[in-house]
């Protein structure tokens, strides 16, 4: 990595964070030169508009997200034991291994559902890849026969999905001490509704 990657890394770190508690909008050149110190020319010139910046941004935190959920849950065997690290793995990733302020992917979805452009559109693509690989994990708990034969994989997904999402919230927002307990509870119900 060449010394203006390893710049660019680093500005992106932390410009992650700084989407994850402010949003993708208060993300703007001037902002992320204020934070880190670099001039505003010096950044302009790694992304040359906001929209490439948060577009960049975005990207890192579908990098660290795969890094952090998906390659290590692919430690686990194929099967149930997969799908339960994905769910531990996403969990640790809304409170201790992803951005500080918590999931960017989330709070980018929440921003740029009613927008249009390229920030939308890689941040649509991410997410169905996510939605797939929760359905594709399921598919192999099908095949390894823990999971039923008749199971709609796609629902599992949204289902595992709106699991999350109310765990971050409950987590996040209402900082709600129970929230880990009551995900796994409702990941249980999920698992014993799959199951065979």
């Excluded at 797939?132 to 629902?155: M, N």
Aim: net charge neutral; hydrophobic share 45%; with cysteine.
């Amino acid at each position: 990595m060449t010394k203006g990657e390893e710049t660019k890394a680093a500005v992106l770190s932390e410009a992650l964070d700084m989407a994850s508690i402010e949003g993708f909008e208060g993300l703007s050149i001037g902002a992320l030169a204020a934070r880190t110190g670099m001039s505003k020319s010096g950044l302009f010139a790694h992304f040359g508009s906001k929209e490439q910046l948060q577009l960049a941004t975005l990207q890192t935190g579908v990098s660290r997200f795969t890094e952090v959920v998906i390659d290590r849950a692919l430690q686990a065997p194929r099967g149930l034991g997969r799908v339960q690290a994905l769910f531990e793995n996403w969990l640790e990733w809304a409170t201790k291994l992803g951005p500080s302020g918590g999931c960017v992917l989330l709070a980018a979805s929440v921003e740029w559902d009613d927008k249009e452009g390229p920030v939308r559109d890689y941040l649509v693509k991410a997410q169905n890849n996510w939605l797939a690989v929760l359905a594709g994990a399921a598919k192999r708990a099908v095949g390894t026969k823990e999971f039923r034969e008749d199971l709609d994989c796609e629902l599992f997904a949204n289902e595992l999905n709106a699991t999350y999402l109310n765990f971050h919230m409950a987590t996040r927002l209402l900082r709600d001490p129970k929230a880990r307990d009551r995900a796994r509870q409702a990941f249980a119900r999920l698992l014993e509704d799959a199951r065979c």
